[in-house]
């Protein structure tokens, strides 16, 4: 059974931070490269961060470059998001997604397992 879970996410302040976790069974997280997507209420969800199988290729949406970190644990069957200097407008459900790819850009269509979310929600 392929499954994804994501953790970690909760209320924090402006300015704070968060490390989400997203955790893999059912198969192996190391031939799969792994996204970062989230939704708020009302908007479409966006791609986050993905990272390739290796690690050695990774991208970040503009609006978090800078800020958020992937990385992923292979050994662990898990990918991280550091989250720092968080603000409001990063609130969203945010869910972990995997392709049976080296590297896929980070796009939701290209993305086929998906967790069940976590939320994160910053408050002002």
């Known amino acids: 059974q392929l499954q994804l879970v994501e953790s970690g996410g909760e209320l924090v302040q402006p300015g704070g931070s968060l490390r989400l976790s997203c955790a893999a069974s059912?198969?192996?997280?190391?031939?799969?490269?792994i996204g970062w997507f989230r939704q708020a209420p009302g908007k479409e969800r966006e791609g986050v961060s993905c990272?390739?199988?290796?690690?050695?290729?990774?991208n970040y949406a503009d609006s978090v470059k800078g800020r958020f970190t992937i990385s992923r644990d292979n050994a662990k069957n898990t990918v991280y998001l550091q989250m720092n200097s968080l603000k409001p407008e990063d609130t969203g459900i945010y869910y972990c997604?995997?392709?049976?790819?080296?590297?896929?850009?980070?796009?939701?269509?290209?993305?086929?397992?998906w967790g069940q979310g976590t939320q994160v929600t910053v408050s002002s």
């Open positions: 990272i390739s199988t290796s690690g050695g290729i990774s």
């Open positions: 997604a995997a392709t049976r790819r080296a590297w896929m850009a980070c796009r939701e269509r290209n993305y086929d397992y």
């Open positions: 059912g198969f192996t997280l190391a031939t799969y490269a």
